[in-house]
């Protein structure tokens, strides 16, 4: 029994002492690291590497053609090894506020940076991030301010006939609260799902900060998931760990429009909300923006409020529902009804920019009233953070 027990010590130690080389026993590498001027170093520590690149959004861009358009992808620059084996690049301008994502590219292979724990997934990528705070950018951070509850919730859709899961940020003091609350309802792109805005888009970053400064009314903001043969975000189903992919079917035949409704019945009936027109608003991204603007003008007396932000226009020639057909005619009993916000925004070298410029012409030829916020550059997330939180504060007022 004594030789069982010291056997049993020996064995704990032994653990205990592999858990801390593990731990404790690599090499300490601050990446990246932010220099008071807001210039950005990053390390590597990959000794027996040939060649180590950094790809990043703060990375002049290069124009790529892919199967879904012309988009704006980051460049790369080298890195330096140094006498450790440690891999070295430094921006050579400080870095504007924004947040950044990057990934390492070791003789090819994209990585991760290993000494950075925050990372985002955006399809079915998964990147590296930080913040280089002031301006704009201090909506992205968590500050000192009363924070709102971010919820996964399950609904049961009766047009599509399937539970399906929707992310849920309630304002700071709803749970407290007796009021009765507007809704936004918010929108991913292709390839998106529940997760990106809560993830990518900062949105409960952004409310929280904006309600704080009293620039936004507190709200409910819904996001959707728009891949209407998805119960939920990739890993969050009973589909288990599959690899996601943009090549989402049904995601732009009208079923996503058709079965809006399902939301909105569920939101109105269990949580406080204003049960009206006035009260609601929808807003999206790419091909959010483009449900977005066909469930609006679908259901127009659902939504008060109307953002298309880097949105899709026209459906595809695939794209056989009677959601696409009339649509000046569903125009023209939308905009009777006097929306009290049409807000569009796009970059501009993004690769929709003509189809929304073809989109305002049509409604400036119909002397409707809408709002034009353009941006620089293209097809991205910083344009949709930028979007979101100058969209919010008009909304409920």
């Not at 290069?62 to 140094?82: H, M, Q, R």
């Not at 690049?89 to 990934?103: A, D, F, M, N």
């Not at 259901?299 to 932000?309: N, S």
Request: charged residues 20%; hydrophobic residues 40%; glycine residues 8%.
């Amino acid at each position: 029994m004594k030789k069982l027990m010291t056997f049993a010590i020996f064995l704990m130690i032994s653990v205990a002492t592999f858990a801390q080389q593990a731990l404790w026993g690599g090499q300490e590498i601050v990446s990246p690291e932010i220099k008071a001027d807001n210039t950005v170093t990053f390390r590597l520590n990959a000794p027996q590497a040939i060649k180590v690149e950094i790809t990043g959004d703060f990375l002049a861009p290069t124009k790529t053609e892919t199967p879904y358009g012309v988009f704006d992808l980051p460049g790369t620059a080298d890195l330096i090894k140094n006498e450790k084996g440690v891999w070295e690049y430094t921006t050579p301008e400080p870095l504007q506020p924004e947040l950044y994502s990057y990934t390492f590219i070791v003789d090819g292979a994209k990585v991760t940076d290993p000494s950075n724990v925050y990372m985002i997934r955006d399809v079915a990528s998964v990147t590296s991030v930080f913040i280089i705070g002031g301006e704009r950018a201090d909506l992205y951070k968590v500050n000192s301010v009363p924070h709102g509850t971010v919820a996964r919730r399950w609904y049961e859709s009766s047009t599509l006939k399937i539970t399906r899961r929707l992310t849920i940020y309630t304002p700071a003091g709803y749970e407290a609260s007796k009021e009765n609350y507007p809704v936004l309802y918010l929108l991913h792109g292709m390839g998106g799902d529940e997760e990106a805005w809560i993830a990518l888009g900062r949105t409960a970053q952004i409310l929280d900060n904006l309600i704080a400064q009293g620039k936004a009314k507190p709200m409910i903001i819904v996001m959707t998931n728009g891949n209407v043969e998805q119960e939920a975000a990739p890993g969050e189903s009973a589909l288990g760990f599959y690899k996601p992919s943009m090549r989402m079917t049904r995601t732009m035949d009208g079923d996503m429009e058709q079965s809006f409704p399902d939301i909105v019945n569920f939101i109105d009936n269990n949580y406080r909300t204003l049960k009206q027109k006035s009260g609601r608003a929808i807003c999206g991204l790419s091909m959010g923006g483009f449900h977005s603007l066909h469930i609006s003008k679908e259901y127009p007396d659902m939504f008060d409020y109307i953002g298309l932000f880097s949105a899709a226009i026209i459906p595809n020639e695939n794209a056989k529902s009677a959601v696409y057909e009339n649509l000046e005619e569903k125009l023209k009993v939308q905009f009777a009804k006097n929306p009290k916000l049409y807000w569009i925004a796009i970059g501009k070298t993004d690769f929709l920019y003509k189809a929304n410029e073809d989109y305002r012409k049509l409604l400036d030829n119909k002397g409707y009233k809408y709002i034009y916020y353009e941006t620089g550059e293209g097809h991205i997330w910083k344009n949709w953070r930028i979007y979101l939180s100058e969209f919010v504060p008009l909304l409920f007022r």
